[in-house]
Nanobody, 121 residues
Framework: QVQLVESGGGLVQPGGSLRLSCAAS????????MKWYRQAPGKERELVAS????????NYADSVKGRFTISRDNVKNTVYLQMSSLKLDDTAVYYC??????????????WGQGTQVTVSS
């Protein structure tokens, strides 16, 4: 069955770093655009970063540009989010999302269960 399993979250001080991982199984990972979303308490879920199927193209929310880096390994079927210079506002549950865009059809996607990132002194 399809699984997206996030890991790497935790408690970190402001200015610190974390690397999130999302291990995928049960589908053809290399065909899916991979995204990281986050949701803070009382706020809507927001797109943080995305990466193309080959890894050659990435996009970031303005709030994380220059601090976060998304990458993927299509051999290990894993997507990563390297987070640096973390701020209090980065505190959220981070979700991994896999999206397939078949030609002429609606996209289909999968979600992980989320991993908590807490930035606190």
């Amino acid at each position: 069955q399809v699984q997206l399993v996030e890991s790497g979250g935790g408690l970190v001080q402001p200015g610190g770093s974390l690397r999130l991982s999302c291990a995928a199984s049960g589908f053809t990972f290399s065909r899916y655009v991979m995204k990281w979303y986050r949701q803070a308490p009382g706020k809507e879920r927001e797109l943080v970063a995305s990466i193309s199927t080959s890894g050659g193209s990435t996009n970031y929310a303005d709030s994380v540009k220059g601090r976060f880096t998304i990458s993927r390994d299509n051999v290990k079927n894993t997507v990563y989010l390297q987070m640096s210079s973390l701020k209090l506002d980065d505190t959220a549950v981070y979700y991994c999302n896999a999206v397939y865009y078949p030609a002429g059809r609606d996209p289909n996607d999968y979600w992980g269960q989320g991993t908590q990132v807490t930035v606190s002194s």
